[in-house]
């Protein structure tokens, strides 16, 4: 299969996409439109994310170790846990950092593992608003070959999540830069972008910018939507809380490969770049504003640029709608007393704006994506719920260990230097 950039430039095969991760025109890749798939998918996560994604790999250097690269990846599940008959919540948290990002993130490192040269060191450059970089880090944390540079903005992550990012050690660095996310985010463009120090440090993306990232997060709305038609729950909507768009694009992509899903909604915070865009046609980015669902702090969306390219009439595939840290707290408290269940901030977004697309008038079957587990965020969750949140055996190994991170101003010559 070939890609193309966003801004028009050459045509390349997924393989080199997903090995430079941004365009040489700054685009981003994205594949063709393809026929909907007819399955067979089979009944579990492992073999339905092959089926899914073996068109985009037919004919590549990786399609001979799809089937291992999946393996490799796909160590844990993302069940779908129903709180009524037509309202789920998609735990996409079991993995080894506790958030959505360790499915592709992990799927990324064991593509590159088998496209990069083994006779020097590849550098995996990447921004974080939280729950990225933990990710990163996990997947490839003593992987030969490569070492891990992560830019996180000081002081707007969680407690956990910034222990996170500093525990790996070994082949990763974690840097805490005096700005926001979207200084962050600007950093690791510019580095891309500058031919030369991208070329001295041998630099990777691993941000959602990656196709390597983008196409096996599809695998999990396939498991969800194909698991609620065998159960006789019909086809199936979905919320998807979001910050940088990456995994609400994947789910629009699963549902153009023919998977059995409805409407998309997006949920995003306070920072309402998204929701402002689909409501008036103007898109328009902003400074991001620090919120208590900070992983999804993005005034400037990276994957904006790829939803207008493949959906000219945006308006017409999505929604979105955004909630504020009042409505997030009240949320989390109402989820517990109306179902039992403990969710994180960004799941709070989505399950919010369920509730307001169900008081307009909405049917059928839902399915909110639950991107982290609030263990997380033990210092909002805790104190709203009035007991403390069990925190899974990964997440807790992770806080174990001691954590380091090292101050850097938000600037690329910083950056340069960090590079060194």
């Known amino acids: 299969m070939k890609v193309i950039s966003t801004r028009g430039g050459s045509e390349v095969s997924v393989s080199e996409a997903i090995s430079v991760g941004l365009a040489p025109d700054g685009g981003l890749y994205t594949p063709p439109s393809l026929a ?16 899914l ?10 399609e001979p170790s799809l089937e291992d690269i999946v393996q490799e990846a796909f160590t844990f599940d993302a069940p779908t846990k129903w709180l009524s008959e037509d309202t789920g919540l998609l735990e996409l948290f079991h993995g080894p950092t506790a958030a959505f990002k360790d499915f592709g993130a992990r799927f990324l490192a064991a593509c590159l593992a088998r496209l990069t040269k083994v006779d020097r060191v590849t550098t995996v450059l990447v921004a974080t608003s939280g729950d990225t970089g933990a990710a990163v880090a996990s997947a490839f944390h003593r992987r030969p070959g490569f070492r891990v540079v992560i830019l996180y903005p000081d002081g707007r992550v969680s407690p956990r999540q910034a222990h996170q990012l500093g525990a790996f050690g070994d082949n990763v660095s974690a840097f805490r830069v005096d700005g926001t996310f979207d200084d962050c985010q600007r950093m690791v463009k510019a580095a ?9 440090h041998a630099l990777v993306s691993a941000n959602s910018i990656s196709l390597g990232r983008l196409l096996p997060q599809m695998a999990y709305y396939a498991q969800a939507s ?15 809380p979001t910050g940088n768009l990456g995994n609400a694009f994947a789910c629009l992509l699963a549902k153009e490969c023919g998977l059995p899903i409805d409407r998309v909604v997006l949920a995003t915070n306070a920072n309402r770049v998204l929701a402002d865009f689909l409501a008036t046609g103007h898109y328009e980015p902003k400074a991001s504003l620090a919120t208590l669902a900070n992983a999804m702090d993005v005034g400037a969306p990276s994957n904006v640029e790829r939803l207008r390219h493949r959906f000219p009439e945006v308006a017409k595939v999505v929604e979105a709608d ?7 707290r009240s949320t989390i408290t109402r989820t517990l007393e109306q179902h039992g269940e403990i969710i994180c901030p960004h799941t709070a977004c989505g ?5 307001r697309v169900r008081t307009r008038g909405a049917k059928g079957t839902w399915i909110v994506a639950a991107t982290a587990h609030p263990a997380k965020f033990d210092s909002i969750v805790e104190p709203l719920i009035g007991r403390p949140v069990p925190v899974p055996p990964a997440l807790a190994e ?20 960090a590079l060194t």
């Open 226 to 240: 194909l698991s609620a038609l065998e159960q006789g729950r019909g086809s199936v909507s979905f919320v998807v």
């Open 192 to 200: 891309f972008g500058d031919r030369a120090l991208s070329t001295k």
């Open 351 to 355: 399950v919010e704006v369920l509730r």
């Open 322 to 328: 955004w909630v504020d840290d009042e409505t997030i």
């Open 398 to 417: 992770l806080l174990s260990r001691p954590s380091r991170a090292e101050p850097l101003a938000a600037t690329v010559a910083a950056l340069s230097v």
């Open 36 to 51: 909907a798939h007819s399955g067979p998918w089979g009944h579990d996560l492992r073999t339905r994310v092959s089926t």
């Open 53 to 62: 994604l073996r068109p985009f790999f037919a004919g590549e250097v990786l």
